[in-house]
């Protein structure tokens, strides 16, 4: 069974840092982009960040450029996003997802990612 689980959310002041991870399992996380996404209540579903397969290249999401990192150790099948100067509009549901063909679209769209994981939750207030 493919499976992606995220950990690490909680709750933070602002100005703080959280790392979240994306465990995969059930198949060569090498093979997938895997891009990082968040959803607050009553807002769409968000793109953060992706990493792409092949090339290691890195995309943000505007919101997040200079204050998130994204890197991924295909040994570990694990991709972590570093978030650092975190604002209370920060606070979501992050999900982590996999592309299976290993490519970023620019934009992070939602659509071309087909696993999810289940989230975790992570609230940014003093």
């Known amino acids: 069974q493919l499976q992606l689980v995220e950990s690490g959310g909680g709750l933070v002041q602002p100005g703080g840092s959280l790392r979240l991870s994306c465990a995969a399992a059930?198949?060569?996380?090498?093979?997938?982009?895997i891009g990082w996404f968040r959803q607050a209540p009553g807002k769409e579903r968000e793109g953060v960040s992706c990493?792409?397969?092949?090339?290691?290249?890195?995309y943000y999401g505007d919101s997040v450029k200079g204050r998130f990192t994204i890197s991924r150790d295909n040994a570990k099948k694990t991709v972590y996003l570093q978030m650092n100067s975190l604002k209370p509009e920060d606070s979501a549901v992050y999900y982590c997802a996999s592309e299976y063909f290993g490519g970023c679209p620019r934009s992070i769209p939602v659509a071309p990612f087909d696993y999810w994981g289940q989230g975790t939750q992570v609230t940014v207030s003093s």
């Open positions: 990493i792409s397969s092949s090339s290691g290249s890195t």
């Open positions: 059930g198949f060569s996380l090498g093979y997938y982009a």
